[in-house]
């Protein structure tokens, strides 16, 4: 069984085959309290074991002595032993979970970090609850593991090291004899590693399913309420947890096979002690003191095999918790500041499109050679049926994604060249879908710009044609808006989405959709808003509202990935038979 617990060890450390440098980088900011944990479980260690040492001298020396003094001093160290253990014992325990909790976090933080920094491609094909799954459970899969397995496993080898050796010095026949069947021990857990492990993996992947369904479905449990889907989602989650349930009860089972033959096999250890220690004492090669130590050392002798049960499960879960971290820290970020990339200074707005050519899949462009310039300060209106790629002309200009082939240029730089922190920063976007936090309004507006002052936020506000509702809201700025907003109606979040945007006070406007998604009452106190907003701005606008053409300095139409029409509202207006002129009657 030492053998196995020296693979288990490195099993603990390597999770993958891979994973032995990082786990290393992962603890090495901890190392002076993980060594310091060590060394306490190495003295703990040794207060445990001395006591059937004990025992040995007070029955064999002390008792038939009669040596009143000398079992008052045994029993006096024996006491002091216990002391000293459970002191060791409970700063190791401290010290182990300060650097579990420490990683734990780092490891959250880290992998948050790399999602952060990934692309639009890369998240758009991933489930949120998924990903929260690895963060949460899978994170906590590979602490339990790298501290408490760890500390299980080397506790348990060294016990076994040190009694080992104890049970050979005390009887060198009897020892060997009891310490055989670990052999066949070892043997037989590595073979139901072999059989567990696909199970434990599959259980993974379901726990992820199960998460990311569910939540999901709590995110968009007003849309399951609406269509009366209550009775349906349930059946769908009932269906993935009980596949979960399947793949968890198949390890369950499998180890109530397996595990009581592996008890079975240890015990008989327990039987040659008890059965060689009389059989020696009977012919004179062993004491009665020795066979009560030898019965006191067997419980840290074959106890470790019910520890085992145990970190056998870590072990099993967290490869495959692993396994599922370290899909996404080694996912390649395909979207990131090039080598030379430079910050910007102040933009002033120019957007140009060089043959744009750009599609979500290979060999499904959705926008064919774009070409297209737009001068500071313009107001550009894009037109067009839904689908055609309108809002994808915008997503590039924030780069979120790159052209498949071509350039987008911001003030004559193709934006590969600029930090996308310095771009990004300068560009104010107003969405369709409008996503507020689960925070108050002030926090909300601020979001943009963190240090405004409650003035400034206020003001930002009247802009943007949402102060007098704010002010009638239960605490005012202060209220909480819920989960996306979902205490407001579409028209108040969409003014609050402008309110963000004024106060951040961009260069450049992306407008996807602004009104789309709002309540008639709202439509004109938004629109009104967006004037405001606009106001000397270059802005690109994505819209099905002819009313925003109109006033538009120039409109774009778009049919089958391409430019359709270009100009003026009046100039195309005038063309007959034309598109725009076709929206217009």
């Known amino acids: 069984m030492l053998v196995w617990l020296l693979r288990s060890g490195l099993t603990i450390l390597r999770v993958n085959q891979n994973l032995l440098p990082r786990i290393a980088r992962l603890l090495w900011p901890y190392r002076w309290p993980v060594m310091g944990g060590a060394a306490c479980l190495v003295v703990a260690l040794a207060m445990e074991l001395y006591p059937p040492l004990v025992w040995l001298r007070v029955v064999d020396v002390e008792l ?3 040596n009143i003094n000398g079992m008052a001093f045994w029993l006096g160290t024996y006491l002091l032993s216990v002391v000293i253990g459970q002191i060791f014992t409970a700063a190791r325990t401290l010290l182990l979970e300060i650097a579990g909790q420490r990683l734990t976090l780092d490891l959250r933080l880290h992998l948050y970090s790399k999602l952060q920094n990934q692309s639009a491609e890369y998240l758009s094909r991933q489930r949120a609850g998924d990903l929260i799954s690895r963060i949460t459970s899978d994170v906590e899969a590979i602490q339990d593991l790298l501290i408490n397995g760890t500390d299980t496993v080397l506790a348990s080898a060294l016990r076994l090291v040190a009694v080992a050796g104890i049970l050979i010095i005390l009887q060198p026949t009897l020892g060997l004899l009891v310490i055989l069947p670990m052999f066949g021990v070892g043997f037989l857990l590595a073979r139901y590693n072999a059989r567990v492990r696909p199970f434990y993996r599959a259980a993974r992947r379901r726990l992820g399913e199960f998460t990311a369904r569910l939540s999901e479905n709590i995110t968009g449990m007003r849309l399951i309420q609406s269509f009366a889907r209550e009775d349906g ?27 009581p033959f592996i008890r079975f096999v240890a015990a008989l250890g327990q039987f040659l002690m008890l059965a060689g220690g009389v059989a020696f004492i009977m012919m004179g090669k062993f004491t009665l003191g020795g066979l ?12 470790p095999v019910d520890d085992l049960v145990g970190v056998n499960d870590l072990v099993q879960r967290a490869s495959a918790a692993g396994a599922r971290i370290f899909e996404v820290l080694d996912a390649p970020i395909s979207l990131r500041n090039v080598p030379d ?27 064919r050679d774009i070409s297209l310039r737009i001068l500071p300060g313009q107001r550009v209106v894009i037109l067009g049926p839904s689908g055609i790629g309108k809002s994808t002309l915008l997503t590039l200009v924030a780069r979120f994604y790159d052209p498949t082939f071509g350039r ?3 003030d004559g730089i193709d934006v590969r060249q600029i930090t996308l922190q310095s771009l990004r920063s300068q560009i104010g976007q107003v969405q369709q879908d409008t996503f507020l936090f689960n925070a108050s309004v002030m926090e909300n507006v601020r979001f ?49 989405s402008i309110a963000r945007a004024v106060l951040a006070n961009p260069a450049m406007l992306l ?27 270059t802005t690109l606008i994505v819209t099905h509202r002819l009313s925003l053409a109109r006033s ?12 359709a029409e270009v100009g003026s509202p009046q100039e195309l207006a005038a063309i007959p038979g034309g598109r725009f002129a076709g929206m217009m009657t």
């Open 64 to 66: 038939p002595a009669k």
């Open 233 to 259: 989602e349930y059946g769908v989650l009932k269906g993935l947890g009980q596949a979960l349930l399947g793949e968890q009860i198949g390890a369950v089972k499998l180890r109530n096979k397996r595990f």
């Open 292 to 303: 009560l130590a030898y019965r006191g050392y067997g419980r840290y002798f074959f106890g």
């Open 341 to 367: 990339a430079q910050p910007i200074p102040p933009l002033r707005g120019e957007i140009a499109f060089e043959n744009v050519s750009f599609g979500y899949d290979e060999g499904h462009p959705v926008l």
């Open 408 to 410: 987008v240029l911001v």
């Open 448 to 496: 943009g710009r963190p240090s405004a002052t409650k003035a400034e936020v206020e003001q930002a506000c009247r802009v943007a044609n949402a102060h007098a509702f704010i002010c009638d809201l239960p605490k005012g700025y202060d209220t909480l808006v819920g989960e996306r907003g979902v205490k407001l109606s579409g028209g108040q979040k969409q003014r609050i």
């Open 511 to 537: 407008l996807d959709e602004p009104t789309s998604a709002v309540e008639p009452d709202s439509e004109a106190a938004i629109l009104e808003a967006l004037e405001r907003l606009m106001h000397g701005r």
């Open 552 to 563: 538009a300095d120039c409109v774009v139409v778009m049919a089958g990935g391409r430019l």
